[in-house]
């Protein structure tokens, strides 16, 4: 690799040079004052840089120059490397103490489910080397300056926006990475020797990132210990149980840390007791099953995923966390995680409130994406989607007379705020795309009695609804695509501290339509994780509803 890299970088600058637009003339009036610097030493590097500078400004000094750099080669790079460069007359920029700092910034990716393979390690070392402690030529040092600029601007983009861009998942991921314009004034402070600082700018601050680092951690361990073995699948294991299942079951709960006792303090370890029994029920809930006191197939084939799958889980939902997040979260937000189906309330940087949502199914997948809560609507309408009107209602209307009263439908004879009812003897029944069904407020509302708004082109909100059973199933992927929360009176006394909560419930249930702003509109981001850390501390994993990991998995195949 070390050969290719040197091949390619060889490459790189004989195409360079032969692609430059004309050397520099006193007659062209763009380009930057000549260099007259004669000091050959660059804070320790060893090379002529006046010499230097000019080669830097030949190979970079055009905002469309294809830049070949090996292992970076995107387009955005060549144009943050002109901008940087152009701004300090193409003097070179580093020196030994901040290249150092680029290169354990490298070393230490993988604390972050990066590859560092992913960048030109070996090519900056061997130029460093031939650049310190003896006399270099200028090239070199011009070729060694260019790589780390280049090094840093694609690692600092990496952080900042992810390994794996967003648009090689499905379209129901709507969350792009906030890539940030300015790379090259980060690269212009990392040259004055702050390095680290200004890639920690790019980090995100969301929580659960640091969280899954630490478990990231966790993970490399034990799978550098060996990893952990099959168990075997069979009938229900249940308390009172004995045998070689349950001391690999008791084993694998010390090994992920659901069983506390070391084994040495074990008295029984083939018996399935109480004290295995709440580890196995610690396991069920940190994974997203059932908790019960069976040890069913599903249990044991969670149990069974191999360490090196659940790694790059984790990896793979770090990488998750920086489209959505760069630097800071705001103050007030809420958050629904559609693998966990659970919404979080957070104000002041924690959760204050936590509850469950039914989230769409695979085929009506909720749309993944951000916005603000501008609003929230009692007592609402419903006004059903044409999908589902035509679909489902339509023909249940075409035929039963009593269809509409039964279920508190009425028809509109349009979509606009002047739409009137119409009785169903009038629908022409040829042009039904002209109509709208809308069910009226009250307990019947597929809606519930409050929806929180957040106007997007996915017609997608949070809302109450009357089938309340649905929140006590473990996995609720049940809806058209909204999401559905299972304490709408608590969430609208919190958005709302304006009223008490006898008005909020009078709101909910007098079956008048009323719309409440929010007196500030409050983030809310529709998110997808499937690897993330408790209220409790621990690591929890969750299936993949809508076959999101999947897709993204095999780009973290190299990193093990």
């Known amino acids: 690799m070390i050969r290719q890299l040197t091949c390619l970088l060889v490459l790189w600058l004989g195409l360079v040079s032969t692609c430059r637009h004309g050397e520099p003339s006193e007659s062209d009036p763009d380009r930057s004052p000549a260099i007259t610097e004669t ?13 230097a500078a000019q080669l830097i400004r030949s190979w970079v000094d055009s905002t469309t120059l294809a830049i070949d750099v090996p292992r970076i080669n995107e387009p955005r790079v060549a144009r943050d490397l002109f901008a940087f460069y152009s701004g300090q007359a193409f003097k070179p920029a580093w020196n030994p103490l901040t290249a150092g700092a680029l290169l354990d910034q490298i070393d230490r990716l993988d604390e972050e489910g990066l590859n560092p393979d992913a960048f030109p390690h070996g090519a900056l070392r061997r130029l460093i ?35 794996v861009k967003p648009g090689k998942l499905s379209a129901s991921w709507h969350i792009r990475p906030a ?118 197939d599903r249990m044991i084939a969670a149990m069974n995923v191999p360490v090196e799958t659940r790694l790059k889980q984790i990896m793979l939902n770090l990488d998750r966390i920086r489209w959505f997040s760069t630097g800071e979260m705001p103050d007030r937000y809420v958050l629904v995680n559609i693998p966990a189906y659970h919404l979080h309330i957070v104000a002041g940087g924690q959760t204050i ?102 106007p997007n082109e996915f017609a997608v909100y949070l809302h109450d609804t009357p089938a309340d ?56 981001y529709i998110f997808y994780q499937t690897a993330f850390e408790d209220e409790t501390g621990r690591l929890n994993f969750r299936e993949d509803t809508y076959g999101l990991d999947k897709r993204l998995t095999p780009e973290f195949d190299t990193l093990l």
Request: net charge positive; glycine share 6%.
């Open 353 to 454: 409130r936590q509850m469950k949502v039914v989230v769409g199914t695979a085929m009506n997948a909720t749309p993944i994406f951000s916005d603000v809560i501008e609003y929230a609507e009692f007592s609402p309408y419903w006004n059903v989607p044409n999908s589902i009107a035509t679909n489902e209602l339509w023909p249940a209307i075409r035929k039963s007379r009593s269809y509409l009263r039964r279920h508190h439908y009425e028809i509109l004879d349009g979509w606009g705020p002047d739409a009137r009812v119409v009785s169903r003897s009038r629908v022409n029944w040829n042009n039904l795309d002209a109509y709208r069904i809308r069910q009226k407020p009250g307990p019947w509302n597929a809606l519930g009695l409050v929806k929180f708004m957040f």
């Open 129 to 163: 080397d031939a650049v310190t402690g003896q006399e270099a030529d200028a090239e070199t040092g011009a070729r060694l300056d260019v790589l780390l600029s280049a090094t840093y601007l694609k690692l600092a983009d990496m952080i900042a926006t992810g390994k």
């Open 179 to 296: 890539k940030p314009d300015t790379l090259y004034t980060h690269l212009q402070q990392a040259v004055t020797g702050q390095v680290a600082s200004s890639l920690d700018a790019f980090r995100p601050r969301f929580g659960q990132y640091a969280k899954l680092q630490k478990h990231l951690k966790t993970y490399r361990a034990i799978l550098d210990q060996g990893g952990w073995t099959p168990i075997d699948a069979g009938k229900p294991v249940m308390p009172g149980d004995s045998g070689r299942r349950v001391i690999a079951i008791r084993n694998r709960l010390h090994q992920t840390g659901d069983l506390d006792p070391a084994p040495d303090q074990w008295e029984r370890p083939a018996v399935y007791d109480s004290t295995l029994l709440a580890a196995v029920n610690r396991y069920q809930t940190r994974n997203g099953l059932t908790v019960e006191p069976a040890i069913t």
């Open 39 to 51: 000091d050959p030493v660059q804070d320790g590097f060893d090379y002529p840089t006046e010499a």
């Open 469 to 524: 059973q649905l929140f006590e199933r473990t996995h609720r992927a049940f809806s058209h695509g909204c999401v559905r929360v299972e304490d709408p009176a608590w969430m609208a006394d919190w958005l709302f501290p304006q009223f008490d909560r006898q008005t909020v419930k009078e709101m909910m249930t007098n079956n008048r339509r009323q719309v409440v702003r929010l007196e500030e509109k409050l983030p809310v």
